[in-house]
């Protein structure tokens, strides 16, 4: 009988220096003494280890480490029972997926490097490093998972792409708007994300594959008028864009050489630059204050720890606000000037607040709240909350 590989979390907090919270897959074999462990020592998401796979002499182990969100990045690894060795297959700057041995020395993975997700082959070394570069085996095949029959000789795999597209819905005074008084405005063969509109609403920012890389793109908010502007052209993956309150300047954050980082272009275009937040290692979605003077947004800084920091884009200067083991993210403001952001640090994903010159946060929701957005007049806050059967406003 196979064994069988399994993907779990452990989480710990000690007084002193904050510490990344551990994701870790085990292996339950018999006998015992054959039971492994392999720790992922960045701080991941939840379920961020998965897809593991058994070697054919049942040695070695590979995995998926990384974020599983569709617009985001992760990374193959290999682990030796015998010695407890591990080696990095690939880098984490692309999506790589379902790892599947050949045989013993041999894998093939899918990643979407390039236009579309497609089979890719590595040798590895007896050192648990890549023999080479990888070898591409399919082109434009759009695959999302590869699976190889018992002799290796056959290979099925499933194939196409996710599409999301753009609809707007009026709010109505007399009733809920349903499906039949919802209007399309894109109708592309493309995932579709992160929307923000313009303050005087006449223009989207959008992150869409349509290209074959996660862009941003300019459209109007009116479906009839079916002009497109590329506002960014390159081959890295970009995310999270958010128009300044004067609509002349965009920030949005992109994976490139080696992490995430915000970037700013122009909302007319032109060359984006990335904005200067000091030693952080990496840095996520950002949000404007109503009188464009910050930038409130998820920082992480060389011991792995994610908190909420600020910046002021006249004079660069960065303010950190929290300091907790847990992950403080989605920064946002409050309309009373606040910032509210969602963390982990009560064992709970809960939406805190604190002023915007520091001091102690303070809950102002239950657990098991995630996206939330505030209500013009800052009486009600809305919310996700994530519960046992479904996900609930």
């Excluded at 929290?322 to 946002?332: E, H, M, S």
Aim: charged share 25%; glycine share 8%.
């Amino acid at each position: 009988m196979h064994s069988a590989a399994c993907v779990t979390n452990r989480s710990a907090r000690r007084a002193g220096p904050a510490t990344a919270s551990a994701s870790c897959m085990w292996s339950a074999r018999s006998p015992p003494e054959r039971t492994a462990k392999c720790c992922h020592s960045r701080r991941v998401k939840r379920n961020a280890l998965r897809c593991p796979a058994w070697s054919p002499n049942e040695e070695l182990v590979t995995w998926v480490a990384g974020w599983h969100r569709e617009y985001e990045t992760s990374a193959i690894s290999v682990l030796r029972l015998a010695d407890g060795a591990t080696g990095l297959i690939t880098d984490d700057r692309l999506q790589h997926l379902n790892p599947t041995w050949v045989d013993d020395e041999r894998i093939v993975y899918v990643v979407n490097r390039g236009s579309s997700r497609d089979l890719w082959l590595q040798s590895l070394t007896a050192d648990l490093l890549p023999r080479g570069p990888p070898l591409r085996l399919t082109t434009g095949v759009g695959m999302r998972q590869a699976s190889l029959s018992p002799d290796r000789s056959k290979l099925a795999y499933s194939k196409g792409r996710r599409i999301s597209n753009v609809w707007r819905v009026p709010i109505l005074a007399d009733r809920p708007a349903t499906w039949s008084d919802a209007q399309q405005v894109t109708f592309d063969q493309a995932w579709v994300e992160f929307i923000d509109i313009s303050l005087d609403g006449t223009q989207l920012v959008v992150s869409s594959d349509r290209s074959g890389n996660k862009d941003l793109w300019l459209l109007p908010a009116d479906p009839q008028v079916p002009e497109r502007v590329q506002l960014t052209d390159t081959p890295y993956p970009e995310w999270g864009p958010t128009w300044s309150p004067n609509g002349t300047e965009i920030v949005y954050y992109a994976f490139r050489d080696g992490a995430r980082s915000l970037y700013s272009v122009a909302a007319e275009g032109g060359l984006p630059e990335r904005i200067d937040v000091g030693a952080l290692k990496e840095t996520f979605i950002a949000s404007w204050s109503p009188d464009g003077a910050r930038l409130a947004f998820r920082g992480t800084d060389a011991n792995n720890n994610n908190d909420i920091y600020t910046l002021e884009p006249l004079s660069g200067t960065v303010e950190r606000l929290t300091t907790d083991p847990g992950v403080d993210l989605f920064a946002g403001w409050a309309p009373d000037g606040s910032i509210t952001f969602v963390s982990t640090r009560d064992g709970n994903s809960r939406i805190w607040r604190i002023s915007v010159e520091g001091g102690i946060p303070e809950p102002i929701s239950g657990p098991g709240m995630s996206y939330y957005d505030w209500a013009p007049d800052g009486r009600y806050l809305y919310a996700i909350g994530v519960h046992a059967r479904a996900d609930d406003i």
